[in-house]
């Protein structure tokens, strides 16, 4: 399967998508990860290029066809990379699924930003201004949306995990 994380920097979508992968040994695909290899590189000069996404899909893809489960960290905030992702899983024939991380609290939301430190070497976290300031539409119905304000990471995993048909009893 194909799970897309989304959501602005500092709602904790990595982290949900990390333990996500590491709870059903899935692949973990970061757009960061794959935005500063490519920085470093010099293949793109920052992180406000499509080559990273265009890249994923190609991973995710490739992955998904030898059966492995994908989750996706990336922020998603425009429409035509959710279609884009949804066109991948198609593809690849496996199902989709679409989550995104929020933190309904502005104040907690702009002092995770603000206080965040890169656990990538050479990448340059955004501001809160710059967060604040970014596009990002609304997904459409069918979406699961998780709020790491009011809930925290265990309960937020083991819930995606229920809805994904991976639950356990334990959990």
């Known amino acids: 399967m194909l799970i897309i ?3 602005l920097p500092g709602t904790g979508k990595t982290t949900i998508a990390r333990e996500l992968a590491r709870r059903l040994n899935g692949v973990f695909l970061r ?5 500063q290899a490519l920085i470093a590189a010099e293949v793109m000069k920052d992180d406000d290029n499509p080559t990273a996404y265009i890249v994923g899909y190609a991973v ?18 425009l429409a035509l990379t959710r279609r884009a992702w949804r066109d ?4 690849a024939g496996v199902p989709f699924h679409a989550i995104e991380v929020i933190c309904s ?10 206080t965040r430190a890169s656990d990538i070497a050479g990448l340059v976290l955004p501001t809160w201004q710059q967060v604040a300031g970014r596009t990002y539409e609304k997904w459409d119905a069918g979406t699961t949306t998780v709020d790491t304000f009011t809930t ?5 995993v083991a ?7 991976k639950g356990c009893s334990d959990h």
């Open 152 to 156: 925290g990471l265990e309960d937020a």
């Open 60 to 77: 995710a893809e490739e992955n998904l066809r030898t059966g492995a489960t994908v989750i996706a960290d990336y922020v998603n905030g």
């Open 31 to 35: 757009a960061d990860t794959i935005a």
């Open 159 to 165: 819930g995606l995990l229920v809805q994904l048909g």
């Open 5 to 7: 994380m989304s959501g």
């Open 88 to 91: 991948v899983a198609a593809r």
């Open 105 to 114: 609290d502005m104040a907690e939301h702009r002092r995770r930003v603000e």
